[in-house]
């Protein structure tokens, strides 16, 4: 079956040039989370979606990084401005309603960015 | 400090042998504790769910809370090479945003 899926699996970046990276979350999941992973640390939340909106985006660092999910399926997560500082792995997770009834989110295999 | 300690190995032990790994937190506002697998350049799954203090098993897998203690654990049994990932512990205050520990890298020596 589909699980969650994320495009593309590897980027390499210019420092200042802009990024786009994509979610498909597992179909019927109304729950989306962006996640972000650096070396030798566990993942770090950066924004929540229920359906269409951002239900808590406490953890997005800066300005420079902003998500959308306009049809309530798939997902963008966009950052401006790269800087050598956003090197990781950037994880997409979906869940059927939310996450804590069961503790169960269903993670992708992650965008892993470099920027140089 | 961070709100969630979890030593990040690397821990290596025999085939058979039980493991033992752990994690502790500082906010006592934790409410629900996970545990999750992740292979080498997978994304974690979730092996684990707890929301009170006291052991729970599944198959070989036993979740330990204890908050008084604040500390967490996970014990696994009869150890086998597939187990060999990075285990990370993960908390939530009631909310959607779950907190990791930094994991520990586990290999199974066959």
């Known amino acids: 079956g589909a699980g969650v899926s994320q495009t593309p699996s590897n980027k390499v970046t210019e420092k200042g040039k802009y990024v786009e990276l994509r979610c498909d979350p597992i179909?019927?999941?109304?729950?989306l989370y962006w996640y972000r992973q650096s070396l030798g640390q566990g993942p770090e939340f950066l924004i929540y979606f229920q359906g269409t909106g951002a239900a808590d985006d406490s953890g997005l660092p800066n300005d420079r990084f902003f998500a959308v999910r306009p049809e309530g399926s798939v997902s963008t997560l966009k950052i401006q401005r790269t800087e050598r500082g956003d090197s990781a792995v950037y994880l997409c997770a979906s869940s059927p309603t939310s996450g804590i009834s069961t503790g169960e989110l269903f993670f992708g295999e992650g965008s892993r960015l470099t920027v140089l | 400090q961070k709100e969630v300690e979890q030593d990040p190995g690397p821990l290596s032990v025999p085939e058979g042998a039980i493991v033992s790994l752990n994690c502790t937190y500082s906010n006592s506002a934790f409410q629900y504790f996970m545990w999750y697998r992740q292979y080498s350049r997978k994304g974690p799954e979730l092996l684990m769910y707890t929301y009170s203090s006291g052991n729970k098993e599944d198959g070989r897998f036993t979740a330990q809370v204890d908050k008084s203690s604040k500390y967490i654990s996970l014990f696994i049994r009869d150890s086998q090479p597939s187990d060999s990932a990075t285990y990370l512990c993960a908390m939530n205050k009631g909310n959607e945003k779950l907190t990791f520990g930094t994991g520990t890298r586990l290999t199974i020596i066959p």
């Open positions: 179909s019927g999941h109304t729950a």
